[in-house]
């Protein structure tokens, strides 16, 4: 969706980069490495492939339900859109490896989190409190267009953009685990401090990483839940969808810095625990 891929390609460019903490903590040029040509390449190549796709099948679903046709949809949009898909990436990389040789790999980590927060909280609020109901609407299969409150519920799993979405997801995710994990785990078998606590051969490593990764993932889920639940609420109360983005965002990133990303608190401790790069 072209909405939420602004924030997701950020939250990729910043996965990137931090699977690479430890190597990229030797690196000398920003821009001449292999991690930095690889996410290039696995943007344009794999998310912006399968972005057109997508848009081009469903041009309602992708625009979540914004537009109904190909002809409505602005150039510059597209335009923009498909620039963005590779200038989000790199900017968080650039960002990611800053703060990486600054030795802040912590915050590195914290910004595919922030990233793909932000893109939770769009699918499942959007900008008006509807986000899961603009998803969960197929118009090749419903034949009209989406209008507020409608939604295909579960049997939006069964529809034509899901189908699709299943088979370009068995395209696209396979190298987005590939890389992020092999970076990760190359990187703490070359930790002299590491990779003794590390198998030299072997997947385990890398399921373990894996993990990790989905275990973050999983939680800004639950946090961009929350946050839509809390603006939901607001808009039962004032009427204002705005007042409910603004305001669930707020106090649940609030809570979550003071009780569990701030130093000391329980993100932290297992970022210092299994990943922080010595």
């Known amino acids: 969706m072209l909405q939420v891929d602004f924030f997701w390609t950020y939250a990729i460019g910043a996965m990137f980069a931090a699977a690479a903490a430890r190597q990229i903590k030797q690196e000398t040029d920003k821009f001449i490495n292999k991690y930095f040509i690889t996410l290039v390449l696995f943007m344009a190549l794999f998310f912006g492939a399968t972005g057109m796709a997508l848009l081009w099948l469903y041009p309602h679903w992708e ?14 949009l597209i335009l923009l859109w498909f620039v963005t898909n590779i200038t989000n990436a790199i ?5 990611c490896w800053e703060l990486i040789k600054r030795g802040r790999t912590y915050e590195a980590h914290l910004q595919w989190i922030i990233g793909y927060f932000i893109f939770f909280f769009i699918l499942i609020y959007g900008w008006d409190g509807t986000g899961w109901q603009r998803f969960t609407w197929d118009a090749t299969v419903m034949l009209v267009p989406w209008t507020p409150g409608a939604t295909m519920g579960l049997a939006w799993l069964g529809s034509n953009v899901a189908i699709t979405l299943y088979i370009l997801g068995a395209v696209f995710l396979p190298p ?19 990779k003794d606590k590390v198998a030299k ?3 385990m490593p890398h399921i373990r990483v894996s993990l990790l990764a989905l275990i973050g993932v999983g939680l800004t889920f639950l946090l961009a839940l929350a946050s839509a639940a809390l603006g939901w609420a607001f808009i039962a109360l004032t009427g204002s ?6 305001l669930g965002i707020a106090i649940v990133a609030i809570a ?13 401790k297992l970022f210092d625990k299994f990943i922080n790069p010595k």
């Open 201 to 203: 051969e072997g997947i």
């Open 176 to 194: 987005y685990f590939y890389f992020a994990t092999k970076w990760a785990v190359d990187g703490l078998r070359a930790d002299p401090e590491m």
């Open 241 to 246: 969808p705005l007042l409910g983005l603004v």
């Open 91 to 95: 900017a968080a990389y650039l960002i």
């Open 63 to 76: 625009t979540m339900q914004v537009f109904w046709i190909h002809s409505a949809i602005p150039l510059w």
């Open 256 to 268: 979550t810095y003071f009780l569990g990303i701030r130093k000391g608190m329980p993100i932290h």
